[in-house]
């Protein structure tokens, strides 16, 4: 089954912001109407390969340098806290935007753990009810020096 | 009997109070009410003099927003030093040609093979008219504008959920959808439905609106017929002699008419940011940042990547290396102006307030990425009459933009292939650069089949996220991070102060860019005259 976007419905925790990405919001320049009804695929392989390599890189060891990096996801050790990705996914961080408007819960819930499995050794999966526990708990962003 | 001190103040004495007791804001609102500026903050270039004699100014970043602040406050009589990361000025005031490479992170390396005189606009690439800004810098700079076509009713839209995934043009969709809706509301009105809304009155006056721009029939129903071809088109069209007269064509079914969901562009249009009137450069959008780079260069040191940004009660020190020689090197001035991206500013070491550093954390950018085709001829002008504009598609590529310059030009000629934000630009993003043009050449061949791969010549592509001077497109603000972080991010926090499209109203546009590289040296030369 393929989900178009917008569906991770949050509306009991005021926790995402309004504006999708693909609308990106008052007065700028966007495309135009085409494009937003396309589909992203729900395995976490396809979501990490459509979605998340287009900054982390296909092999999730980022890029970039010191000052101006895309951080590695591969061999990341904040991600054994799953809790932590979840976070970073429905909130955005740095210049990194939140998902929640392209991404349903069970495509964030399979990414996260395909990242956290194919790229590091943690083998728990994370399922939609840890997302809706963070989307309850509503936790703060973790502080950063975003890119490391 | 008259009074001199009670002669009512001219409009231009009255403006001039206003300015001086309110500032900018207050003036701007004040001419808004006469009349004179309805459409921009702009209200000229900023009159800034009298700096103290050595003043210094550090600018980091030569995007339009530094060029711009190091341009005016060298008028002001600042000393001013610009710092930039790349090796060219610029910023996302960028255009790519002939011979030029793309180098992003994690993909290989591209040597752009247009034809001279062919271009692509990876950043911004129109103007709209109430610019202000920007247009009034391009005229003082003599950058030559030529009008950019950006609204065109013999383009095609694509759905593929819409009349079997065949594109229509998007004339027949418009004409169609208003007459439809015209239609339903005069059966609406007819039947009394709507008699507790509307007067008489007005309920015969929309009748009569309802014929004539929905074109209906003497039924009031929307029918083929030769009052609806002059406004759609016909199947045979008006010739002369003796099979002179024309032909209508069929129209759409409402059905159909509402799956295209042409009321979205319909919409697009009509936003003032994409109303016609639109400009653009001739030959490239970079011809601004040349611009300015003629009048500031020489104060611009390329190539250098600033590490930590520090300041005490007398000024402001900037660590950085130099991208080739990887040598350490430290810049010193009395103040700063910062137009460094946030997600690159958000991973420096900045001496600036908590709640500042919250805000450049809190911004998000958008991704995009804009593919440009070079095609062997212009077939979209031969072969289907369209002369500048979009065709919309609801694939990755969201649509392809015909070129505004050089019409019935021989030779090849570049179309913008693809220009989505969100699922399909980072999906795009994330293809090597070779698979980018054949996703680009599969999904545009939807409008052009016969034409689109077999004119194909070559291609070019740069994907934001993978900018390693921005690792983004512009910035995203929502109703709620702006009112969590917007006057923490643009305020002046002792000797910095930030600018840029993130710091505006205007995000992902140049104007934006100027206006807050304008307000910021304002103020950065009112408190420079307090210290």
Same mark, same amino acid.
């Given at each position: ?13 005021? %926790?995402?912001?309004?504006?999708? %990405? ?67 996914? %429905? ?11 392209? %991404? ?45 | ?8 103040? /001219? ?17 701007? &609102? ?19 003099? *009298? ?44 255009? !790519? ?13 591209? /040597? ?55 594109? &229509? ?82 129209? *759409? ?8 969901? !042409?009321?979205?562009? $319909? ?27 003629? #009048?500031?260069?020489?104060? $611009? ?7 930590? $940004? ?18 350490? *090197? &430290? ?24 709640? #500042? ?13 804009? $593919? ?20 919309? /598609? ?14 019935? *030009? ?14 399909? @630009? ?67 926090? +002792? ?11 205007? +995000? ?17 030369? &009112?408190?420079?005259?307090? @210290?």
């Amino acid at each position: 089954m393929k989900h178009t976007r917008g569906l991770v419905a949050m509306a009991a925790v005021t %926790l995402v912001a309004a504006a999708t %990405l693909a609308d990106p919001g008052f007065a700028q320049d966007r495309p135009g109407p085409g494009g937003g009804d396309t589909a992203v695929a729900d395995s976490g392989k396809e979501v990490y390969e459509q979605i998340c390599a287009a900054c982390h890189m296909a092999d999730a060891k980022g890029g970039g340098q010191t000052g101006a990096r895309v951080p590695a996801l591969a061999g990341n050790k904040n991600l054994a806290n799953k809790d932590y990705p979840i976070i970073i996914l %429905l909130k955005g961080r740095g210049g990194m935007p939140w998902f929640t408007d392209i %991404l349903t819960k069970p495509q964030i819930a399979a990414v996260i753990t395909y990242v956290r499995g194919h790229f590091n050794d943690y083998k728990d999966p994370v399922t939609v009810a840890d997302i809706d526990r963070i989307g309850a708990a509503n936790p703060p962003v973790p502080d950063c020096n975003c890119g490391h | 009997m008259t009074d001199p001190l009670f002669v009512p103040p /001219t409009r231009r004495q009255l403006l001039t109070m206003i300015g001086k007791a309110g500032g900018a804001a207050a003036l701007y &609102q004040a001419m808004t009410v006469f009349g004179h500026a309805a459409e921009s903050q702009f209200t000229g270039p900023p009159k800034l003099s *009298g700096a103290r004699p050595g003043s210094t100014v550090l600018v980091l970043g030569a995007g339009v927003a530094g060029m711009l602040a190091a341009y005016e406050l060298t008028k002001a009589g600042y000393n001013v030093q610009v710092l930039e990361f790349q090796d060219r000025t610029g910023g996302r005031n960028y255009t !790519v040609r002939g011979g030029d490479t793309i180098t992003e992170l994690g993909s290989p390396t591209q /040597t752009v093979q247009f034809a001279p005189g062919n271009y692509l606009n990876p950043g911004p690439w129109r103007i709209p008219y109430h610019h202000r800004t920007v247009l009034h810098y391009c005229k003082e700079l003599g950058v030559e504008l030529e009008h950019f076509a950006q609204y065109n009713f013999n383009t095609f839209a694509h759905n593929k959920a819409a009349y079997g995934g065949k594109p &229509q043009r998007f004339r027949d969709l418009y004409v169609d959808y208003k007459g439809h809706v015209a239609e339903l509301l005069a059966k609406s009105l007819n039947a009394g439905a709507l008699d507790t809304a509307v007067t008489t009155e007005d309920k015969a006056r929309l009748l009569e609106a309802m014929k004539e721009w929905g074109v209906l029939d003497k039924n009031m129903a929307y029918t083929k017929g030769i009052k609806v071809g002059e406004q759609r088109g016909w199947d045979r069209p008006p010739g002369g002699g003796v099979n002179g007269a024309p032909i209508p064509n069929d129209v *759409g079914s409402l059905s159909d008419t509402l799956s295209t969901k !042409v009321w979205q562009e $319909i919409g697009f249009y009509a936003e003032h940011v994409m109303q016609e009137t639109m400009f653009q450069p001739k030959g490239g959008m970079d011809h601004i940042g040349k611009a300015f780079t003629a #009048k500031v260069g020489n104060m $611009i040191r390329l190539g250098t990547r600033v590490s930590k $940004i520090a300041q005490d009660a007398k000024g402001v020190t900037v660590d950085w290396t130099d991208a080739k020689t990887g040598a350490a *090197g &430290q810049s010193h001035a009395e103040w700063l102006v910062c137009t460094i991206p946030a997600t690159v500013l958000g991973q420096l070491d900045i001496q600036v307030s908590d709640a #500042k550093k919250a805000a450049i954390r809190a911004l998000p950018y958008g991704n995009s990425v804009k $593919i440009g085709l070079e095609m062997k001829r212009r077939f979209w002008e031969t072969d289907y009459a369209i002369y500048g504009g979009h065709s919309f /598609t609801d694939q990755d590529i969201s649509l392809i933009s015909y070129p505004s310059s050089n019409f019935f *030009g021989d030779g090849p000629a570049v179309l913008l292939g693809a220009y989505p934000f969100g699922i399909g @630009a980072y999906r795009l993003a994330g293809l090597t650069p070779e698979k980018r043009i054949a996703a680009a050449l599969d999904q545009g061949s939807v409008f052009h089949p016969a034409e689109y791969k077999a004119e194909f010549l070559s291609g070019a592509s740069v994907a934001w996220s993978r900018m390693p001077w921005i690792l983004g497109c512009c910035a995203t603000w929502t109703e709620e991070s702006r009112a969590a972080h917007y006057q923490d991010l643009v305020s002046m926090d +002792g000797r910095i102060v930030l600018a840029g499209e993130h710091c505006s109203y205007y +995000g992902c546009w140049q104007e934006g860019a100027l206006l807050s590289s304008l307000d910021a040296i304002t103020r950065l030369h &009112q408190r420079a005259l307090a @210290a």
